[in-house]
């Protein structure tokens, strides 16, 4: 779909005017309305503001190819996938990126910017500048970053604050590191902790063997997650105390598996390994 299809069909689920559109992004009705007709197209930092405006990633707002690298958002032909786990194609990764189900080097987002934009800029005719700004806003939305940009946006302030940067850092390292198989296999233990939450909550005591394996099923998940030596006993109740301070860990759990079900998270964690 092109831009101003796109453009037009966001603007109407967000249950926008032209003249509400234009407001937002501080620039004129006529502005939106060449955009939508495909007249001209708004230059990366208007796209950056379009997409923040609409909450929607800036690579849904181009006329995107339909595969590019989940890692490094290059466009990908068939010759350039990488390799799952089994060796077979995976069109998700280019060859470079990712082989045998794994990321073949280690790398930040800003060191894959920088290595990228060059060759982004020579492809497309952009200025090395307007390639830079383009992977910074498309980038954090792909598979390998989302996910610990989304917990740096989040959490990122008072994790650094309480546990210092180096142990933040190694957490995402070790986050980025993940393969296809492990992020699956964290992703069916977060589903399964919630639900072996609901189980304990039935028995009403947080000391029951039902909460008991629900300590070590969310200390198998933190374990996944910190870096080596990081995790302790201690160190998992200390954390699990401060959900309780946080009104965003208490709506996901509470959300999920029932009122009350963060404070029995914690008493159960407390009850175990306390």
């Not at 208007?46 to 595969?67: C, G, R, S, T, Y």
């Not at 070590?216 to 109740?237: E, F, L, N, T």
């Given at each position: ?21 234009a407001?937002?992004?501080y ?5 939106v ?5 495909g ?7 208007m ?9 929607e ?29 089994h060796?077979?194609a ?62 740096e ?9 309480r ?13 980025l ?43 198998d ?12 006993p ?28 963060t ?12």
């Amino acid at each position: 779909m092109k831009f101003g299809e796109t453009l037009i069909d966001l603007r109407k689920r967000n249950g926008l005017t032209q003249e509400e559109l234009a407001a937002k992004l501080y620039v004129t009705r006529q502005a939106v309305s060449r955009w939508e007709r495909g007249e001209v197209t708004p230059g990366i930092d208007m796209l950056k503001l379009i997409a923040n405006v609409l909450n929607e990633p800036v690579a849904h707002l181009l006329d995107w190819p339909e595969h590019y690298c989940e890692s490094c958002g290059m466009m990908l032909a068939p010759e350039e996938y990488g390799t799952d786990a089994h060796g077979s194609a995976d069109s998700h990764y280019c060859k470079w990126c990712y082989q045998q189900g794994e990321y073949t080097y280690e790398t930040t987002m800003d060191a894959m910017i920088e290595d990228c934009a060059p060759r982004l800029a020579e492809s497309t005719g952009m200025t090395r500048d307007e390639a830079v700004s383009l992977m910074g806003a498309v980038l954090p939305h792909l598979k390998r970053w989302s996910a610990v940009h989304s917990n740096e946006m989040r959490y990122g302030v008072e994790a650094r604050e309480r546990y210092g940067d180096a142990t933040v850092d190694a957490s995402n390292e070790k986050l980025l590191d993940m393969s296809d198989e492990e992020w699956k296999t964290k992703e069916k233990l977060e589903v399964a902790i919630i639900e072996q939450l609901k189980k304990a909550m039935l028995t009403g005591d947080a000391s029951s063997p039902e909460a008991a394996k629900l300590a070590r099923m969310h200390a198998d998940w933190i374990r996944m997650q910190w870096a080596k030596g990081a995790y302790s006993p201690q160190a998992h109740v200390c954390l699990a105390r401060g959900y309780l301070a946080d009104d965003r860990f208490v709506e996901y759990y509470d959300s999920r598996a029932g009122k009350g079900a963060t404070e029995f998270l914690v008493e159960a964690i407390e009850a175990a390994l306390g």
